[in-house]
């Protein structure tokens, strides 16, 4: 089964992420993509002076019944961080699914949340797809 990355940048806009996530969830649940639809944060934090990239730290998901809702008290106690956002999603289809990956596809980056994150696709065979890849991988 091959996957289709998409990679959105939400730079220091916590509430945005948050929506994001959000929507994911909602859209796992709603449709029923468990396996199909799977993503994660990433966090990288900037040095101050620099805007260098220090580390960068995969974000833990909220569990149990009320995802949402632990997931939007813990972004209002947040403060401002020099943190970028970036949220990587994987969609895996099995090969007869091919015009339901695409709506997908052509969904996810229209969306509200989504639109202004600089949506990238990474699609088997282009040159970013094994680097992508494997980074989603190493974020566990």
Do not use: C
Not at 26 to 44: G, H, N, P, S
Not at 92 to 97: A, I, M
Request: charged share 40%; net charge neutral; no cysteine.
């Amino acid at each position: 089964m091959a996957h289709i990355y998409m990679l959105f940048e939400f730079a220091k806009d916590e509430e945005k992420a948050q929506q994001a996530l959000h929507k994911l969830e909602t859209w796992k649940q709603a449709f029923r993509l468990d396996k199909k639809l799977l993503y994660k944060v990433e966090r990288i934090a900037l040095d101050g002076a620099d805007g260098d990239a220090k580390s960068a730290q995969p974000e833990k998901k909220a569990q149990g019944k009320h995802k949402g809702r632990k997931a939007k008290a813990e972004a209002e106690e947040m403060p401002a961080s020099n943190e970028d956002i970036r949220l990587l999603v994987r969609l895996g289809f099995s090969g007869h699914e091919k015009l339901s990956e695409e709506r997908w596809v052509q969904r996810i980056p229209t969306e509200e949340p989504f639109r202004d994150a600089s949506p990238v696709i990474v699609k088997p065979g282009e040159a970013k797809f094994e680097a992508t890849e494997q980074r989603f991988e190493e974020l566990g």
